[in-house]
């Protein structure tokens, strides 16, 4: 039997959908156009009004917007859409989301991935299951193709992850 014990926090919660969000044609599209569409615009306008009006001091301050624009939008656009996800959840889904988990693949229960939650007990047929990903930090096995137990390495607590991983995939493979 394979188990492995974590706690999964708010930043775990945090990192899996920044993942998700920067792999996402629409945010990088919106990070391109302010960190280059944006301020090329703006440097036009300064450079426009330093020909036709001569004023120096204006297309500076105009460039300087422009470049401060480039460097800071992009990073409160990240801030913001931190700040959302939180926002997402009730502090009773919170509670029931973040904690421990335990995660065991049982042989003598071979059609499921039990998992233990602050939420409660819960199985997962494996043939239910999409594909495991290992990350820098962490390792997702994903439920559907939006939705993933994200294991972060840092904080297993009891268990072999590497070992458990492995298992899981060769589990999800079988069903498939």
Do not use: C
């Not at 330093?50 to 105009?62: E, L, N, P």
């Not at 919170?94 to 409660?120: H, R, W």
């Amino acid at each position: 039997m394979l188990e492995i014990e974590y706690e999964f926090r708010e930043q775990d919660l945090i990192h899996f959908n920044e993942l998700r969000l920067s792999q996402s044609g629409e945010m990088q599209k919106n990070i391109r156009k302010h960190r280059l569409i944006i301020p090329a615009i703006m440097t036009l306008l300064a450079f426009f009004n330093y020909i036709y009006y001569g004023d120096k001091m204006s297309a500076g301050y105009v460039l300087l917007f422009a470049l401060l624009w480039a460097i800071f939008a992009p990073k409160i656009m990240i801030w913001d859409m931190r700040r959302q996800i939180l926002t997402n959840y009730t502090d009773k889904e919170k509670v029931n989301m973040f904690g421990t988990y335990t995660l065991t693949i049982d042989p003598a229960n071979p059609k499921f991935l039990l998992e233990k939650s602050p939420s409660g007990k819960h199985k997962m047929a494996w043939e239910d299951l999409v594909r495991v990903e290992y990350g820098n930090r962490y390792v997702y096995i994903y439920i559907d193709l939006s939705t993933a137990l994200v294991i972060p390495v840092e904080t297993v607590k009891k268990g072999n992850l590497e070992q458990f991983a492995e298992q899981a995939e060769k589990m999800i493979e079988r069903a498939a």
